[in-house]
């Protein structure tokens, strides 16, 4: 399918923690693990630890990606030897349930109906505007993290946190409540990490695995970024671009840390990173500090979304405009 026409299934029932523990439970069976394409920490942990956590209650469970097999190397640190990704067909997927974690649409799963992965569709996400796509939905908007679902999962089913599955889950829990520090953080994220650290997960290693180790190429992409920061808005909104051309010149690619860093200057409210990937294409990640704004409204303009504090989109207007698009959205919201 290379027009990429999204299939819409339709809204499913949203049920509480214990009717996902009850369908996940039971006598073996046969499981697929998805989660969404270009996956981040708490995607690729949550689809780990529930992989182990059904293989662990003994089902027989593959784990799929769309833009797999494998995963990136960032991620991939978290597999075991011998523990697969796949991708493509999978052959007995007929025979499958599948589990979607962190997966606000079905889209964002696969191009084609998710049901060719398996079924009935169990959805667990905390992203509040997943539109229940799955068979059965657990969503709550006010998780921290999928990571927190699938460890309250793991609670329902009577499953004892072991240390495989916690470090994946801890790796969820870092990386999407931003090292703790998002709004979205609450008790039970904190109470959620004591219980995986008591499991053997060790937060510095995994602080210096997942933020440290940066190629200079990377630091010296990001330098030049925060060198040509601009402000808007009297300072409210902050706004950096990087070019290809930039990329080139740094010797590195990875920006993804610069927008957190933009969000910390003073008196920002709304921070944006504006990156070329392809020729007239442009990729913006953007991010709110407070509860002044809903950066995912933002993206949501230019068919985006994500969170309330973080959020990303693909235009193909030039930087000043989307630096308007973003100013006059954040003006609509009260600036």
């Keep these: 399918m290379t027009h990429h026409a999204h299939h819409n299934r339709p809204e499913g029932e949203r049920v509480g923690v214990d009717r996902i523990a009850a369908a996940l439970g039971g006598p073996p069976r046969k499981f697929t693990v998805t989660t969404h394409r270009k996956p981040d920490g708490d995607a690729a942990g949550s689809m780990?630890?529930?992989?182990?956590l059904l293989r662990s209650q003994g089902h027989d469970v593959v784990m799929w990606h769309v833009d797999g097999p494998g995963l990136p190397p960032d991620l991939a640190w978290m597999l075991a030897p011998g523990e697969a990704v796949q991708a493509g067909t999978i052959e007995d997927a007929g025979e499958r349930v599948l589990v979607s974690v962190d997966a606000a649409t079905s889209h964002r799963v696969c191009d084609d109906d998710p049901a060719t992965l398996g079924g009935p569709i169990i959805n667990i996400d905390h992203h509040h505007d997943d539109p229940a796509w799955g068979d059965i939905n657990l969503i709550d908007g006010g998780a921290s993290s999928t990571a927190e679902l699938v460890l309250r999962v793991a609670d329902a089913m009577g499953a004892d946190l072991t240390g495989d599955v916690a470090l994946p889950l801890y790796v969820g829990l870092v990386t999407d409540t931003g090292r703790?520090?998002?709004a979205s953080t609450g008790a039970e994220a904190?109470?959620?990490a004591a219980r995986m650290v008591e499991a053997g997960v060790r937060p510095g290693e995994v602080y210096r695995t997942?933020?440290?180790?940066v190629p200079i190429g990377d630091?010296?992409?990001?330098g030049h970024a925060i060198a040509g920061a601009r402000e808007e808005l009297d300072g409210r909104l902050v706004v950096a671009v990087i070019t290809r051309d930039d990329i080139a010149a740094a010797g590195g690619d990875d920006s993804d840390g610069v927008v957190e860093v933009l969000r910390s200057a003073r008196g920002a409210q709304v921070s944006a990173l504006i990156r070329e990937v392809a020729d007239g294409e442009w990729r913006v990640s953007t991010r709110a500090?407070?509860?002044a704004?809903?950066?995912?409204?933002?993206a949501a303009i230019e068919g985006g979304g994500g969170h309330r504090a973080a959020a990303g989109f693909?235009?193909?207007r030039d930087p000043d405009a989307i630096i308007g698009l973003i100013r006059d959205a954040m003006i609509e919201q009260g600036a």
């Design 48 to 52: 780990i630890a529930m992989a182990r």
């Design 180 to 182: 703790f520090s998002y």
């Design 190 to 192: 904190h109470r959620a």
């Design 210 to 213: 997942l933020y440290e180790g």
């Design 219 to 222: 630091l010296r992409l990001a």
């Design 289 to 291: 500090s407070g509860d």
């Design 293 to 298: 704004f809903d950066v995912s409204a933002i």
């Design 314 to 316: 693909t235009s193909h």
